[in-house]
């Protein structure tokens, strides 16, 4: 569904609208089972009434050990690239992708983190802020699973509770035979259901799942945008009957407390 509005700033690519709410990995491991967008959202973007949730940048951040594949994952869906040489990243890094999202421009800030223990305090500077929280670890290395607890940990503590939408990802799929995927992946659901995050496999190399991936972090992202916009304004609107309160007081015996202290000035 192409919006009837011109859209603001550059067009986005094809691959980068969403109309229709973007499927889960697993549902065993998700964060909404719903297969549509919320109600009020699909309202609110019918009639354009989304606020400034178009105009905002929504802050994703990609943490994890060094080697595991953020950088990787987040080339192959910002640039389509894939490099078999490992460059480690050196501090932070990010790249900005512009959605459609129902019709409604939006975008993703995607904070690429170093995975090596000499950067991580540069690195948690970034943290802060952030609407999703991507923990990755390696399918072919399951301490790089153990190890996103306390990556999850630093995060967190950077942001107010509650705030962020949690995803764990394990990365390099293409490397495991389909029996030692699915083993990996039990480990990998048991985890994310208790760090209350959404799993996902997906392969940079191939591709595999990064598109969906990525969909799925801007539709749960766009979604709690439009629906946070809609309570600040309901909120900031002055309710009905919120006028002047006509204060019908029964005729209380004066006392010396209750009467209204004289403005100075007056008889
Ligand atoms: N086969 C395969 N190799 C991958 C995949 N993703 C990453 N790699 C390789 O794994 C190595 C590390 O990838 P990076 O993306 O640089 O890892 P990183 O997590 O960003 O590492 P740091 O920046 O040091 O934290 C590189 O040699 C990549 O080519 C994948 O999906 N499949
Ligand atoms: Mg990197």
Redesign the pocket.
């Known amino acids: 569904m192409r919006s009837s509005v011109m859209p603001l700033g550059p067009t986005v690519s094809r691959d980068r609208i969403i109309t229709s709410f973007p499927k889960w990995y697993t549902p065993a491991a998700c964060l909404q089972l719903r297969e549509h967008f919320h109600g009020q959202v699909s309202a609110a973007c019918q009639h354009r009434n989304t606020g400034t949730v178009g105009l905002k940048l929504s802050k994703v951040v990609v943490v994890?050990?060094?080697?595991?594949?953020?950088?990787?994952?987040i080339?192959?869906f910002c640039k389509n690239v894939?490099?078999?040489?490992?460059?480690?990243?050196i501090g932070v890094d990010f790249e900005m992708e512009r959605f459609e999202v129902a019709g409604i421009p939006f975008s993703l800030q995607i904070w690429?983190?170093?995975?090596?223990e000499k950067f991580k305090c540069i690195a948690s500077a970034y943290y802060r802020g952030a609407q999703v929280i991507i923990t990755?670890f390696?399918l072919t290395d399951m301490q790089t699973l153990e190890h996103t607890r306390q990556w999850l940990e630093d995060a967190l503590r950077e942001n107010e509770p509650g705030t962020c939408f949690l995803f764990l990802v394990g990365?390099?799929?293409?490397?495991l035979s389909g029996a030692a995927c699915e083993q990996a992946e039990v480990e990998a659901v048991r985890l994310a259901n208790e760090m209350q995050a959404e799993y996902w496999s997906?392969?940079?190399?191939?591709g595999e799942n990064v598109k969906a991936f990525f969909s799925r972090v801007a539709a749960l992202a766009f979604e709690h945008s439009v629906l946070q916009d809609l309570e600040r304004r309901s909120s900031a609107r002055p309710q009905v009957g919120d006028g002047d309160i006509i204060r019908m007081e029964e005729h209380l015996p004066e006392t010396q407390d209750s009467k209204r202290p004289s403005s100075p000035g007056c008889c």
């Open positions: 994890g050990d060094l080697y595991v594949g953020k950088t990787s994952l080339h192959r894939f490099d078999r040489d490992y460059k480690a990243t690429d983190t170093a995975g090596q990755a390696d990365t390099k799929k293409d490397l997906v392969s940079a190399k191939t």
